[in-house]
Structure formats: structure tokens, C-alpha cells
């Protein structure tokens, strides 16, 4: 617990740093770091949502901005400064339905159709970037609220192979997004539907990454400390590498990459640093676009306090 009057008199004792800087204003109260203070300038917030306060750390806030606006990758430590290119996860490949208008167009059964679904968000299960489908849809003779026939198969046209996470607890969840070998709809990941599969694979290495954590965080909306939603108009914004603006070399070996670590099994997202598959999956990366060292990046976002569910 925390007194908030010595809270406050900490805060107004403390001269932020300026986030276009280096260095940190840590915020001390009873000899216990709580959190830094930071000094943004308003055309940084413009259009952003958020902006400067989805991290506890003013050099998570400097490499997230840096990312987002310039294509920046800036590791706290390193030396070098990398550059990749982003584009909206909607320029690549169309997000499905959500749950709700599964439940108007389909229902389920155990029974195999020609529709495939995965559910569930089990982290026991979901611990790798691959997965099968575990159940299946029967359209609806008579779709629910008020769709008209044929509802069900109009929502199957968006059906997709890469599935990006609908909600996060992210104290225990292990990966972002998976591929299945066949095109499914899930009532609780997102649907990706892209024609090309290096491209899906790419997009899997990335937003499992730590530069693809540090953009899902600094995009969330939060709903409660570490519970997160991406619902479908923020995830269609969501930057992402733009797998048509690397080489036909870079993407060859960001697909195999994702074949190399494909059923390795990833930890928890609070241990992250030391988790062998991100690791060779940041690794890979760096080697692959030529970016900095991402061990310190991945080493911050283990601790940070939305992550973990603890304090600083």
C-alpha cells in the first residue's frame, strides 16, 4: 500500500524526463521505487490513444514511440538503432467475425463438418505457433439475429489459417498468434485470412517477437491491469511488420524460422527472458532484418507490471 499524499509530494519533487531524451526520473516513496515520471510533448499524443502510459518504464515508452512513428528499433543499452517497415495488420490480410456472430450463424458440435473451428484459450494447450482445429460449426438453417440464410457460410468466406489472440491475461498466456495448416473461425482468437502463407508465417514470428509484444502493448486496451482486449477495429490498425517490403530472401527466412521453432513450447509471458523458444525467435529476427540485440528489449517487458501483475 501506498500513502497517496507522500505519493504525491514524490511526484511534484521529481523533474520528468523528456521522453525525446535519455535517462529516467525515478519517482521514490519511502525509499521504494514505485514508478518514473516522464515529460511527453503534446504532438506525440496527437491521434494516439493512450500514448505514454501503456508501460512503467520511460525507456519502454522510447522504443515503443520510436517504433510506431519512425520504424525505429531502439534497444535500451545497445548501441545501434535498427529500422523495419510497418503497415496496419488490415493492409495484409482481412480479421473474421467475432463470438457473437458465430452464435448468430453457426452452431457447435463434435461432429466433423466442413467447418473447423479452435477454442478455447487453455494456455496448457495453447503453448506453441502451431495448433489443430478441436471442434466444428454447423451453419444455422435459421440464423440468429435477424441474418439472413446462408448467414453462416457468408461468415466462413473470412474464415483464416493465422489466428491473432482476441483476449489476453498476460500473467499466463504464452503466445500471441498461432497457424493451423487449415482455415478455421475461433470464438476467441481473431481470424486472419491471407492468401499467402510465407506471409502468415512471417506475421506469427513477428507479433510472437518482442517488437510484436512491445506494439500489442503499447496499442491495448486494457480492461483490468493485465486482462487485455483487442477488439477487431484496433487489431486492423495494429502495426505490423509489412512482410511486402522485405527481400524475397528475408521473407524465405522468416518462414523458415517459424518452421524451426514451430512446436517449440513457449513460457509464460512473465518469463519470457529466459524462455528459449522467444529467445531464438527474437534472435532470429535480429539476424534476418539486422536489428539491435532484443534481449534487452525482452528482458524489460517480462518485468513490467502489466505483465507480471506485480509492482516495479
Not at 529516467?24 to 525509499?31: K, S
Not at 528499433?73 to 457473437?100: F, N, S
Not at 529466459?274 to 529467445?279: K, M, N, T
Amino acid at each position: 500500500m501506498l500513502d497517496a499524499h507522500r505519493t504525491a509530494q514524490a511526484i511534484a519533487d521529481t523533474t520528468p524526463a523528456n521522453l525525446e531524451s535519455a535517462g529516467a526520473a525515478l519517482v521514490e516513496v519511502d525509499g521504494r521505487h514505485v514508478g518514473e515520471l516522464v515529460s511527453i510533448p503534446e504532438s506525440k499524443l496527437a491521434g494516439k490513444k493512450w500514448a505514454g502510459v501503456q508501460f512503467a518504464r520511460a525507456d519502454l515508452t522510447r522504443s515503443a514511440l520510436r517504433l510506431l512513428d519512425d520504424g525505429e528499433v531502439w534497444v535500451p543499452g545497445e548501441a545501434t538503432v535498427g529500422r523495419v517497415p510497418l503497415c496496419p495488420l488490415a493492409e495484409l490480410g482481412e480479421i473474421g467475425p467475432d463470438r457473437r456472430r458465430l452464435v448468430d450463424g453457426f452452431e457447435r458440435t463434435t461432429s466433423q463438418t466442413a467447418y473447423p473451428m479452435v477454442e478455447g484459450h487453455d494456455t496448457e494447450q495453447r503453448k506453441s505457433l502451431v495448433c489443430i482445429p478441436d471442434a466444428y460449426l454447423s451453419p444455422l438453417v435459421t440464423p440468429k439475429g435477424g441474418q439472413r440464410p446462408g448467414y453462416g457460410e457468408h461468415l466462413w468466406q473470412q474464415a483464416g489459417r493465422l489466428l491473432v489472440a482476441e483476449r489476453l491475461w498476460l500473467e499466463t498466456n504464452r503466445v500471441i498468434a498461432m497457424r493451423t495448416h487449415t482455415r478455421v473461425l475461433s470464438n476467441v482468437w481473431w481470424p486472419v485470412k491471407i492468401e499467402e502463407i510465407a506471409h502468415e508465417k512471417a506475421l506469427a514470428v513477428w507479433l510472437n517477437s518482442g517488437l510484436g509484444l512491445l506494439t500489442l502493448l503499447a496499442q491495448r486496451t486494457s480492461t483490468r491491469g493485465g486482462w487485455v482486449g483487442m477488439k477487431k477495429a484496433d487489431l486492423e490498425q495494429l502495426p505490423v511488420l509489412d512482410v511486402r517490403a522485405i527481400t524475397p530472401q528475408q521473407l524465405q527466412a522468416m518462414s523458415q524460422l517459424f518452421d524451426d521453432v514451430a512446436e517449440e513450447e513457449f513460457e509464460r509471458l512473465p518469463a519470457m527472458a529466459d524462455c528459449v523458444a522467444r529467445r531464438r525467435l527474437d534472435d532470429g529476427l535480429t539476424a534476418i532484418l539486422g536489428l539491435p540485440d532484443l534481449d534487452g528489449l525482452r528482458r524489460l517487458l517480462a518485468s513490467e507490471p502489466v505483465v507480471t501483475n506485480r509492482g516495479l
